[in-house]
């Protein structure tokens, strides 16, 4: 089976698809970046006024012109932020691939095996915090960026990794999940449409190899590098109900791709 991507379009056995995360884009989501946006450019401020109270604490003055700087400055600092955060998020998930690409799982004693592939303390801190949490959920990848598509409903997409484990601490057995990873402030309303666009996708890919019981996102968290997971399993129908929605939005304002 043969499968092209071209950014946002899949040319599937199916023919060309959009992918899961173009149909998603009708959705504004705008909210929570505009909020974040604005505490990025009060933060550059604050920590510039800062400087120069520390410069010349006696006269405690900023000429007009420094002041226009800084304000200018700050218009634009969210980008800096938003950059940094998806290279650490780009990263972390490079050595993730890695991890998976040469077989380990989470009962390996792996340790710093790994950290040569980046040269960021936070990148190496937030990849061994993973590590410990794979160890603790028992994490056995089976399949790793694994383009699936829905012959039927018209998407496509590429799950980052299909895995067996206890991801709940009251399970006696392992179980198979389809994760995404995501590397966010927060768990965002459209994570759920996705995972569950992505496992619908899989169970419909022709050859598909396992048998998926169930869903989940694992976050790291773009402040503090820590890794955490949510199990969208038992919404699956409503979120699967959004995706179509807002596939079936898209393509009435986009069309199909040609």
């Not at 990848?141 to 383009?147: A, D, W």
Request: hydrophobic residues 35%.
């Amino acid at each position: 089976m043969a499968f092209k991507t071209e950014g946002r379009i899949y040319t599937t056995p199916a023919g060309r698809l959009w992918s899961v995360t173009t149909l998603l884009g009708i959705i504004d989501k705008s909210g929570p970046l505009t909020y974040w946006a604005a505490k990025q450019a009060v933060l550059y401020v604050e920590q510039e006024l800062e400087k120069a109270r520390l410069v010349s604490p006696a006269s405690y003055e900023i000429p007009v012109r420094d002041m226009r700087r800084i304000l200018d400055a700050a218009k634009k600092e969210f980008r800096n932020a938003k950059e940094k955060a998806a290279n650490r998020g780009k990263e972390v998930h490079k050595l993730i691939e890695e991890w998976v690409r040469q077989g380990y799982r989470g009962t390996d004693d792996l340790g710093p095996a790994l950290f040569p592939f980046t040269n960021s303390p936070d990148v190496a801190n937030s990849f061994q915090l993973f590590l410990d949490w794979a160890k603790e959920v028992e994490l056995e990848p089976l399949e790793s960026e694994r383009v699936i598509y829905h012959p039927n409903q018209e998407f496509a997409g590429t799950a980052d990794l299909i895995a067996r484990g206890k991801f709940n601490k009251k399970w006696r057995k392992s179980r198979i999940y389809l994760l995404d990873m995501k590397t966010s402030k927060d768990f965002y309303e459209t994570f759920g449409p996705q995972i569950s666009a992505y496992t619908e996708g899989y169970r419909n890919t022709p050859k598909s190899k396992h048998q998926i019981d169930g869903m989940g996102i694992i976050r790291i968290g773009v402040e503090d590098g820590k890794p955490e997971f949510r199990d969208y399993t038992e919404h699956h129908s409503l979120n699967y109900m959004r995706f179509l929605a807002a596939k079936e939005a898209y393509i009435l304002w986009k069309g199909r791709p040609e």
